[in-house]
């Protein structure tokens, strides 16, 4: 069985940084493509960036690119999301997910997941 614990959220000013962790078990991260999303209040859920360990393809999306990094320790089959230069619209719940491919040609949507972790919650305050 899969599962993906999501953690690391909390709240910080704008400008702060903060580093999510995705700890997967029934799986191994550098086998299988990982991605986090993430959903505010009234919104639907976005992809935000995506990793497939396997071959060091990376994703992110325009609004996080040059703020946030995406990578993978296979050791503890955990992967992270080091958020940098937060805004108060980064503010929102965040989740990990299995994806089938993390392919940056295709963007990162939700048609590409396998299964979801449960989120965190991430509040950035101006």
């Known amino acids: 069985e899969v599962q993906l614990q999501a953690s690391g959220g909390g709240s910080v000013q704008a400008g702060g940084s903060l580093r999510l962790s995705c700890v997967a078990s029934?799986?191994?991260?550098?086998?299988?493509?990982i991605g986090w999303f993430r959903q505010a209040p009234g919104k639907e859920r976005e992809g935000v960036s995506c990793i497939s360990s396997s071959d060091g393809t990376t994703f992110y999306d325009d609004s996080v690119k040059g703020r946030f990094t995406i990578s993978s320790d296979n050791a503890k089959n955990t992967v992270y999301l080091q958020m940098d230069s937060l805004k108060p619209e980064d503010t929102a719940v965040y989740y990990c997910a299995t994806l089938l491919d993390c392919l940056p040609e295709y963007g990162l949507g939700r048609w590409s997941v396998e299964d979801w972790g449960q989120g965190t919650l991430v509040t950035v305050s101006s």
């Open positions: 029934g799986l191994t991260v550098d086998d299988d493509a």
